[in-house]
């Protein structure tokens, strides 16, 4: 079992970057493969980035693709989302999430095991 906490949200305006973090507990982190999602209001839960447990592995949506880069660093059981070029459709809370296969990079929010309670991020134009 693994606890996630994410961190590094706020208010940007277009144009702008901001990496947003997640902590998590337990002493196998590397056996987990991680993703971030999002959801704005009245919208369903959608993929953004995830990536294999060892980090050698990482898959993007369409939307972010050449914006956003996920990285991770085992020792310190930390991942993160490198935000940039952001645009107001880029607002919503950001939920980082676990899946106990490490060698698996997936968008589907189903195939996850663990989540954080999430971090609002806000764009404005």
């Known amino acids: 079992q693994v606890q996630l906490v994410e961190s590094g949200g706020g208010l940007v305006q277009a144009g702008g970057s901001l990496r947003l973090s997640c902590a998590a507990s337990?002493?196998?982190?590397?056996?987990?493969?991680m993703g971030w999602f999002r959801q704005a209001p009245g919208k369903e839960r959608e993929f953004v980035a995830a990536?294999?447990?060892?980090?050698?592995?990482?898959k993007y949506a369409d939307s972010v693709k050449g914006r956003f880069t996920i990285s991770r660093d085992n020792a310190k059981n930390t991942v993160w989302l490198q935000m940039n070029s952001l645009q107001p459709e880029d607002t919503a809370v950001y939920y980082c999430?676990?899946?106990?296969?490490?060698?698996?990079?997936?968008?589907?929010?189903?195939?996850?095991?663990?989540w954080g309670q999430g971090t609002q991020v806000t764009v404005s134009s």
């Open positions: 999430a676990a899946n106990d296969r490490g060698w698996v990079v997936t968008g589907t929010p189903r195939l996850y095991d663990y």
């Open positions: 337990g002493r196998t982190f590397s056996s987990y493969a």
């Open positions: 990536i294999s447990g060892g980090g050698g592995s990482t």
